[in-house]
């Protein structure tokens, strides 16, 4: 049985992190009791209530809490064991997880926010297109790798699109649709051209850049607000939180000293 436990990479770590804090102590570092205390708030349990009921539908029983609990308690122990050990250093996913959580934690108060109606029906005024249905576009599209080479294009007057997985017209699409099929930055640029005969552009897309020929715009109508309450606060949640994560970060970052060598 004891065999067997030694081959546990857990044993393994446990032991490690006992011989550590064994040498510290004798050494003379003691360690601080409330290094060793662990604390879980109401408003910790109620996190964890509340990310059950996302994921589950419903709000948890007793013992499922009691459940979420004990895990966010073995996660804790390890966790801090681990940071201990240094485990955190020099690991690219840890450091990517780390990064994730502070932006997480720069928009942790929107989560959680309630915007009046008022907020969200002048967010909706000032966003319309966001919203609109019924609104469709026809036109072509040239894709080229560099905006360089789309410009060159663009002046030669009949552009020849480089190949790409993209369809190269496209016929009453909405606005919603393109964003899907093209990314959320070309359908902006797109929505906002003036149709008619003449190629325009570069147009930056997460693919590469395009030039593109509008040939039909049918404008749409904005629904009532009544009838898109939750889509309107959905919009403002995702889109408030990444400009709080933006915000921080800028923040953050003037506080470094940044060489690239």
Do not use: C
């Not at 570069?202 to 607000?225: A, D, K, M, N, Q």
């Not at 970060?249 to 506080?255: F, G």
Request: without cysteine; aromatic residues 8%.
């Amino acid at each position: 049985m004891i065999g067997k436990l030694l081959r546990d990479p857990l044993a393994h770590f446990l032991i490690a992190g006992a011989a550590i804090w064994g040498i510290l102590a004798l050494a003379g570092d003691p360690v601080d009791p409330a290094d060793r205390a662990i604390t879980l708030s109401r408003e910790q349990q109620a996190g964890l209530a509340l990310g059950f009921e996302r994921t589950m539908g419903r709000p948890p029983t007793d013992a499922e809490l009691d459940a979420q609990i004990e895990r966010w308690t073995r996660e804790e122990v390890l966790y801090r064991e681990a940071l201990r050990l240094g485990l955190d250093r020099g690991d690219p996913i840890v450091r990517r997880r780390l990064a994730a959580k502070m932006d997480e934690l720069a928009g942790a108060e929107v989560e959680l926010a309630q915007p009046s109606e008022g907020e969200l029906r002048k967010w909706l005024a000032d966003n319309p297109r966001s919203f609109e249905t019924g609104g469709v576009l026809t036109f072509e599209q040239a894709y080229f790798s560099s905006e360089d080479e789309a410009l060159t294009a663009l002046r030669g007057g009949k552009p020849v699109s480089e190949a790409i997985s993209l369809p190269g017209s496209v016929e009453d699409m909405e606005e919603r649709e393109m964003a899907q099929v093209f990314g959320t930055q070309f359908a902006e640029e797109v929505a906002r051209l003036a149709a008619g005969p003449q190629w325009q552009g570069p147009i930056r897309s997460g693919f590469g850049w395009h030039l593109v020929r509008l040939t039909r715009r049918e404008e749409g109508s904005v629904p009532p607000f009544a009838e898109i309450g939750d889509r309107v606060e959905a919009d403002w949640r995702s889109r408030t939180i990444q400009a709080r994560r933006e915000k921080a970060y800028e923040v953050l970052r003037d506080a470094y000293r940044i060489e690239v060598e």
